[in-house]
């Protein structure tokens, strides 16, 4: 598997970071989404307009690497997930990663990859995301300058933009959320819909869950003592 195959599988416009906890006795579940902020009377244009202009915002802020832009963009639960990763990224053995969901694994494990232990220990979700937009984690192989707004619905305090790909609708939209009257970008739906494209491969291939992890993360990075480091708590290094 090649690192240009994982990068367009994980990371679709954004971070492939689909944070969950994880028991030794079960998989992972998926973050509990908090309640919206749900507003008064809104005009429906009005509302229509704003958040296409929060879609091209975001999409800006990526191109400029400009991290603390792009965290300013995401959801509360967006960012809060960040603080999940950290803590599994710190704390997390082989045994207990292993029974997280497939882009769980390589958001930890290329975390761990690129950051080192005595920073991550410091850093807030916030400079997480700032770190990642400036290796381009979020870039999505080069495919946000090719990314443009489709059909934008808005119901209540959601909403949601049709992705397009050079011109052309693509299976994925991005979902938003009005929070404190600003509209923000909410990562976790296009993850769960990076996390089933990775299990259709992995059916696909004939593959076991270790198996695909395993040789996505040698596409990465084909050092074995690194790869094994990977897979240490980065809080015991």
């Known amino acids: 598997m090649s690192g240009v195959l994982v990068r367009s599988v994980v990371a679709v416009g954004v971070l492939c970071v689909a944070l969950v906890g994880c028991s030794q006795e079960k998989k992972a579940e998926p973050v509990p ?39 300013a963009l995401l959801s509360a639960d967006s960012i809060a997930y960040f603080a999940a990763l950290k803590k599994l990224a710190l704390t997390a053995s082989e045994p207990y990663l ?66 397009k790909l050079d011109g052309k ?27 089933s494209t990775m299990r259709a491969l992995v059916q696909e291939r004939h593959l076991t869950d270790r198996t695909f992890v395993d040789q996505a993360l040698a596409a990465e990075q084909p050092d074995p003592d690194k790869i094994a480091t990977a897979w240490k708590p980065m809080g015991s290094q």
Do not use: C
Request: glycine share 4%.
């Open 169 to 195: 609708e693509s299976q994925f939209s991005f979902t938003f959320w009005r929070e404190d009257g600003l509209w923000k970008f909410r990562m976790i739906p296009l993850l769960e819909a990076i996390e």
């Open 33 to 71: 989404l908090p309640r919206t902020t749900v507003s008064g009377a809104v005009d429906l244009e009005t509302d229509k307009a704003a958040v296409a202009q929060a879609f091209a915002a975001y999409r800006e802020a990526l191109l400029a690497k400009d991290g603390k832009a792009v965290a």
């Open 98 to 163: 292993r029974r997280a969901r497939v882009s769980d694994q390589l958001a930890v494990l290329f975390l761990r990859l690129r950051v080192r232990p005595e920073d991550l220990r410091r850093w807030s979700p916030t400079e997480i995301v700032i770190d990642s937009v400036r290796h381009d984690q979020f870039s999505a192989g080069g495919n946000v300058r090719r990314m443009s707004t489709g059909a934008v619905e808005v119901s209540s305090d959601t909403a949601s933009v049709l992705m």
